[in-house]
């Protein structure tokens, strides 16, 4: 059973403008949110995270935002770049568990 | 740092036949995971390590698969005997520490695995 859900799987958005990415969760155990990127033929390099004692994180173009009472974050790429167009894994984890549950992952198209 | 390496980077093998993926962890990493990926699925951990002990295997699927830790620097995902729905990604990756959640997990490059 998925605990974290990825819909829309594929989204293409223009050089520029901003790429929002969603997902869900369903296990309230969850505290820590991470988003991956992964390129063809390589595997998922850590993108960002967020701690549930936070609703934003920030870092340059990418931040991310819990909405904890919805259990819902969401990835902004604002301006999305060529380079961008990738998978991007949503994972969430409890604490004491080492385990991450992923969800099935978003492809991004940013055309030039 | 080299990164996590895994090998081969792809196989193909026929129905029956074992198969073996073999992981080298980053120095200095205490955990080490053993992910799927699959269309249907998504991505899926199958077993993790800490300090060579497996600590949760309950993503294995079914007895053919085994994993094995011999040393801090290797370690093997072996199915046998293979299936076609077998026929996956497999990711292995590495992080250091105590797992707070907040422990980065490092992937290798995949195995690309298809069993005809």
């Known amino acids: ?35 991956y990127k992964k390129y063809p033929a390589e595997g998922p390099t850590f993108l960002i995270s967020i701690s549930s004692i936070k609703d934003k ?37 409890a604490r004491g568990n080492n385990r991450l549950a992923f969800g099935k992952g978003n492809q991004v198209v940013v055309i030039p | 740092d080299a990164g996590v390496i895994q090998s081969p980077r792809h196989e193909v093998t026929e129905m029956g036949q074992e198969v073996t993926l073999r992981c080298k962890p980053i120095s200095g990493h205490d955990y080490l995971f053993w992910y799927r990926q699959t269309m249907m699925r998504g991505l899926e951990l199958l077993i993790y390590f800490n300090n060579n002990v497996p600590i949760d295997d309950s993503g294995m699927p079914e007895d053919r698969f085994s994993a094995k830790m011999p040393n801090a620097s290797f370690s093997t995902l072996k199915i046998q005997p293979s ?13 250091r520490g105590e797992w707070t959640g907040e422990e980065t997990q490092y992937f290798g490059p995949g195995t690309r695995l298809l069993v005809l």
């Open chain 1, 57 to 93: 994180n920030e870092d340059g173009r990418f931040t991310v935002f819990l909405n904890k009472s919805a259990k819902h974050l969401s990835l902004h790429i604002v301006p999305s770049q060529p380079g961008d167009s990738a998978v991007y894994f949503c994972a969430a984890s």
């Open chain 1, 1 to 35: 059973d998925q605990q974290v859900k990825q819909n829309s799987p594929s989204l293409s958005v223009q050089e520029g403008r901003i790429s929002i990415l969603n997902c869900d969760y369903t296990n309230s155990m969850f505290d820590y949110f991470l988003w």
């Open chain 2, 83 to 95: 299936e076609p729905r077998d026929s996956a990604v497999y990711f292995c990756a590495s992080s």
